[in-house]
C-alpha cells in the first residue's frame, strides 16, 4: 500500500490527480462569461455561465435587453433553470451533461494514476488525453453550433425589426443592434484549460519516474546545463590560455612549489643528501 502511494508523487501520475480536482472545482464556478455594454448601462453587464444550466450575473437585465431583438437564453428542455425560458428559444437539452463530462474526466485521472504498471500507465495517460480532447473539443463545438442557431433565430414579434442574423463567437467580441459583447472564460474555464495542459505534460513525462519533489532540481539542472563539462566539484574546468594564464599566477604565487612531470620539487633538501623519498639502500 505504502508503495503504492509513493508512486503518486511521480508527475506522470501526480499531475492527471492535480487535473482531476480542477475540473470538480470548475464545477463550482462560472465557466464562461460575457461582458455587455449598452447605452442605457454606461457601467456594463456581466453574465456567467456555469457547466449545468445556471446562469450568474446580470443575466435578468441582459435577458430583458435580448428581448427588443428577439435573442434568448436557450432552453434546458429536461431541467428548470434560474431564468425564465421564453417560447422561442433554442432547445439545448445537453447542456445538463457538462458535469458529467466534467466528472468523467476527472475519474479517468484518478483511474490511470493509480495503473498498476508502467505499461498500463502509459496506455491510460495516452487514452485519457485523447478522451478529454475529444471531450472538450466536442463541447466547444456544440457550444458554438448552439449560439449560431440563437443568432440566426432571432424572434419575429421582436420590438427591434431589421437586425441581421448573427454568429456570437464563443470566444471573442460581437455587436448587434447598440449592444455589444465580449464572451471568454471564466474561473471554472481556466481552470478546466488547466488541467488539460496537465494531462498534456504528464503524457511527455509518460517514460519519466521524476517526482514532484525531484521536479525542482531536475529544471535547475535543466537551465543551468548541468556539469557535464565539469571537474566534479561544481565548478567548471578551464582550458586553453585562461588555464596557462592561471597556471602562470599560481606559480608566481609560490614559486617554491613547482609541479613537473615527475612531481613536485623543492629547494629545501636535507643536509645529509637524503632525497624526499629518504635514502637509499641495496647490496653493494
Known amino acids: 500500500m505504502t508503495a503504492s502511494l509513493d508512486r503518486l508523487t511521480e508527475l506522470r501520475r501526480a499531475l492527471p490527480v492535480t487535473a482531476a480536482a480542477m475540473f470538480v472545482v470548475a464545477l463550482l464556478v462560472p465557466v464562461w462569461r460575457i461582458a455587455f455594454e449598452a447605452p442605457q448601462y454606461p457601467e456594463g453587464l456581466l453574465v456567467e455561465l456555469y457547466a449545468y444550466p ?117 470566444l471573442g467580441g460581437y455587436e448587434i443592434a447598440n449592444i455589444s459583447g465580449v464572451a471568454w472564460f471564466g474561473p471554472g474555464g481556466y481552470l478546466a484549460g488547466i488541467g488539460f495542459l496537465l494531462l498534456v505534460v504528464a503524457y511527455l513525462l509518460r517514460d519519466s519516474q521524476v517526482t514532484v519533489g525531484e521536479a525542482p532540481g531536475r529544471v535547475r539542472d535543466r537551465l543551468s546545463g548541468g556539469n557535464e563539462d565539469g571537474d566534479g566539484d561544481g565548478e567548471p574546468e578551464q582550458i586553453g590560455p585562461a588555464a596557462e594564464e592561471i597556471a602562470e599566477a599560481q606559480t608566481a604565487a609560490n614559486p617554491e612549489s613547482v609541479s613537473t612531470p615527475d612531481g613536485p620539487t623543492s629547494d629545501d633538501s636535507g643536509t645529509d643528501g637524503s632525497t624526499q623519498n629518504g635514502p637509499k639502500t641495496g647490496v653493494n
Open 54 to 170: 445556471r446562469l450568474g450575473g446580470d443575466y435578468a437585465e441582459v435577458q430583458a435587453l435580448n428581448h427588443y431583438v428577439g435573442f434568448y437564453y436557450p432552453d434546458p428542455v429536461f431541467v428548470d433553470p434560474n431564468y425564465a425560458v421564453h417560447p422561442d428559444a433554442i432547445a439545448a437539452p445537453e447542456w445538463i451533461l457538462g458535469p458529467v463530462v466534467f466528472l468523467a474526466v476527472a475519474a479517468a485521472g484518478v483511474f490511470v494514476a493509480l495503473a498498476p504498471t508502467d505499461r498500463k500507465l502509459r496506455l491510460g495517460l495516452l487514452g485519457q488525453l485523447a478522451g478529454a480532447t475529444v471531450a472538450f473539443v466536442g463541447t466547444f463545438a456544440i457550444v458554438q453550433y448552439r449560439l449560431f442557431q440563437a443568432g440566426h433565430a432571432l424572434g419575429e414579434s421582436a420590438p427591434v425589426v431589421g437586425v441581421r442574423e448573427f454568429t456570437p463567437p464563443l
